[in-house]
């Protein structure tokens, strides 16, 4: 599974530079636990920039006073992190298939790549049920409760990649090959993955934040 394999890891560290540590927030007009978490959901896994500049704008004044960058997440580093997968998975892949071929399967390999990036991204999620605040040592923590919906593969793009280099295919059969896992990221249904995420905050006053957002959003990894 994606756990086994380099390029997974390889996503989201990258993308992880993009982002910043969140830090707790004070904003008028308090954003409710469920808009703040779709907010880490878009830009987080679906990286829309309406949303990245909300999330910012509603993070930036405690930001600042604790002389943190002003921003949490960076667009521009975002969707560069996303050019640079093609290629990079793409080699990932490549180089899975003796060394001969890898020049020829590489366009279907940085195609495969290009699907799986724009599955991920596409995902649509939403978060519908807040559970009710609990409050421990001081901090505020509501239990968010999200789902997405995520393309369901017949066999995920990593796992079949591999399965296909072990095959024996020649080159042709190989290009062939991995186009066809390509075509799945296009043509397949959904399926629902649900998650809970949770937000906390230490006063009132306070954004409602997650500190380690990430670790639940880089599960997605799991259903592509």
Not at 52 to 79: C, D, F, I
Not at 120 to 135: F, L
Not at 178 to 195: F, G, M
Request: include cysteine; charged fraction near 20%.
């Amino acid at each position: 599974m994606h756990k086994q394999f380099p390029a997974a890891k390889l996503l989201a560290a990258t993308f992880a530079a993009a982002l910043m540590q969140p830090a707790i927030a004070a904003d008028a007009a308090e954003l409710a636990q469920l808009e703040v978490t779709n907010l880490y959901i878009k830009t987080i896994i679906n990286q829309d920039e309406a949303s990245v500049a909300k999330l910012n704008a509603y993070l930036r004044p405690t930001r600042l006073a604790g002389q943190q960058s002003a921003e949490y997440a960076s667009y521009s580093a975002l969707k560069e992190a996303d050019a640079q997968f093609p290629t990079q998975t793409g080699k990932l892949i490549a180089d899975l298939f003796p060394a001969a071929m890898r020049a020829a399967v590489t366009p279907a390999a940085e195609l495969l790549a290009v699907n799986v990036i724009a599955a991920k991204n596409g995902a649509a999620c939403q978060a519908n049920k807040a559970d009710p605040v609990t409050v421990e040592n001081g901090m505020q923590t509501a239990a968010v409760s999200f789902e997405c919906q995520v393309v369901k593969v017949p066999v995920a793009w990593a796992t079949a990649a591999q399965q296909l280099a072990k095959s024996g295919c020649k080159v042709e059969q190989c290009k062939a090959g991995l186009e066809k896992i390509a075509a799945t990221y296009t043509s397949s249904p959904k399926q629902t993955w649900r998650a809970v995420f949770a937000v906390s905050r230490e006063k009132n006053s306070e954004a409602w934040r997650n500190d380690f957002a990430r670790e639940t959003f880089d599960e997605i990894w799991e259903y592509l």
